[in-house]
Antibody, heavy 123, light 107 residues
Framework: EVQLVESGGALVQPGGSLRLSCVAS????????MDWVRQAPGKGLEWVGR??????????EYAASVKGRFTISRDDSKNSLYLQMNSLRIEDTAVYYC??????????????WGQGTLVTVSS | AIQMTQSPSSLSASVGDRVTITCRAS??????LGWYQQKPGKAPQLLIY???TLHGGVPSRFSGSGSGTDFTLTISSLQPEDFATYYC?????????FGGGTKVEIK
């Protein structure tokens, strides 16, 4: 069964840091790009960023709202995806999902998604 | 950045109704669009990718159409398990962007 499991969510003060993890199973993790998506309480979905695979030099893309503060990385030997979040703001409060990126003929889609982990930024 | 405008933001419908949700991109995105369903407290799930390709295991009452700037998700006969929030997502370029969501409620 293809599965993604996030962890690391916590209560953190504004200006603080946190690292989220996402462990993959049931597929060859190293073959896929991976994304992070977040959802603030009661709000819609927001794409956070992407990390490509080794063949693409593990390059990354970010939403403007997190660029320069968040870093996405991966460890293929551990089937793991990470989101390092620094300089956290109250508006970063959200459930954070990881998702596998699939592609065909230039179109990408996200499937599956993990169950999410809650990050709360508050003093 | 490309923006996705989804409408309506909510709708009330009855079981058996035909439901249509639209997404408009601020510029042309070819067919680089997916539709996702999210139920309360759960992660989103893929319904349709490349604007009109039904993801495996998704009931055939769901369909997608459109290209360029205007896209539609149609549920041909609404079922009780379809009451949820639906999102479009463009993947044409970076940053990717979701529509604001459409909450489908029971009339």
């Amino acid at each position: 069964e293809v599965q993604l499991v996030e962890s690391g969510g916590a209560l953190v003060q504004p200006g603080g840091s946190l690292r989220l993890s996402c462990v993959a199973s049931g597929f060859t993790f190293s073959d896929y790009f991976m994304d992070w998506v977040r959802q603030a309480p009661g709000k819609g979905l927001e794409w956070v960023g992407r990390v490509r695979k080794k063949a693409n030099s593990y390059t990354t893309e970010y939403a403007a709202s997190v660029k320069g503060r968040f870093t996405i990385s991966r460890d293929d030997s551990k089937n793991s995806l990470y989101l390092q979040m620094n300089s956290l703001r109250i508006e970063d409060t959200a459930v954070y999902y990881c998702a596998r990126v699939r592609s065909t003929d230039g179109s990408d889609w996200l499937d599956p998604w993990g169950q999410g982990t809650l990050v709360t930024v508050s003093s | 950045a490309i923006q996705m405008t989804q409408s309506p933001s909510s709708l009330s419908a009855s079981v058996g109704d035909r439901v249509t949700i639209t997404c408009r991109a601020s510029q042309g995105i070819k067919n680089d669009l997916g539709w996702y369903q999210q139920k309360p407290g759960k992660a989103p799930q893929l319904l349709i990718y490349a604007a009109s390709t039904l993801h495996g295991g998704v009931p055939s009452r769901f369909s997608g159409s459109g290209s360029g700037t205007d896209f539609t998700l149609t549920i041909s006969s609404l079922q009780p398990e379809d009451f949820a929030t639906y999102y479009c997502l463009h993947d044409n370029n970076y940053p990717l962007a979701f529509g604001g969501g459409t909450k489908v409620e029971i009339k």
